[in-house]
């Protein structure tokens, strides 16, 4: 794996400045699977996608619901930021 060859945490770049690099305690890893999850649902998904409608909105239940598939189990606590169907 290229975490066992470089274990870096979690963080980035303060202000997009070179050799800036901060650790976000925020952020998930491979130890906190289930906050991987959560952050990708509620953080990337829900950020590029804040009010959905129509087919759009039916896509990503169902989307989700088939990610969340291949991870249910991890013990993770499904979500579901649009509903369901």
Excluded: W
Aim: charged share 15%; glycine share 10%; aromatic share 14%.
């Amino acid at each position: 794996m290229v975490f066992i060859a470089h274990p870096i945490a979690p963080g980035g770049n303060r202000d997009d400045k070179i050799n800036s690099y901060v650790l976000d305690p925020t952020s998930a890893d491979f130890n906190t699977f289930c906050l991987l999850y959560t952050n990708f649902v509620n953080q990337t998904i829900r950020g590029l996608y804040p009010n959905p409608t129509g087919i759009l909105r039916r896509n990503l239940i169902k989307n989700l619901g088939f990610f969340y598939s291949g991870i249910a189990d991890a013990g993770c606590e499904e979500i579901f930021p649009y509903g369901q169907l």
